[in-house]
């Protein structure tokens, strides 16, 4: 929801991270939670559990839009990869150049 919301506040206001102190501790959250995220190890290939498949839709997502990063972080990277690999996943992808 942070990474949402920090999303469209920049998107329709023009509102950054770094304006507003409420907002950069928002963006201290998403970091956060990817560091943790990235603590547990991940199914490397389908089936994919309910919890896995979310939590690549929010990967594949954020890194689309620009709102996260995932470099070093080798277990969120890999399950992205396997998510990516998984056709019905796959097929969900936003469009090249969207």
């Known amino acids: 929801?942070?990474?949402?919301?920090?999303?469209f506040l920049e998107l329709k206001d023009n509102i950054l991270p770094t304006e507003v102190s409420y907002l950069e501790r928002?963006?201290?959250?998403?970091?956060s939670a990817l560091s943790y995220f990235n603590e547990s190890e991940y199914?490397?290939?389908?089936?994919f559990t309910d919890g896995e498949l979310r939590l690549?839709?929010?990967l594949d997502w954020g890194l689309f839009r620009n709102r996260i990063n995932i470099d070093?972080?080798?277990n969120l990277q890999a399950l992205?990869?396997?998510?990516?690999?998984?056709?019905?996943?796959?097929?969900?992808?936003?469009?090249a150049g969207a």
Do not use: K, M, W
Not at 1 to 7: R, W
């Open 1 to 7: 929801d942070a990474s949402v919301n920090l999303f």
């Open 26 to 31: 928002h963006q201290e959250r998403v970091l």
């Open 43 to 47: 199914s490397n290939q389908a089936p």
């Open 56 to 58: 690549a839709c929010f």
């Open 72 to 74: 070093g972080l080798d």
């Open 80 to 95: 992205l990869t396997a998510a990516r690999s998984y056709d019905i996943f796959a097929q969900t992808a936003p469009p």
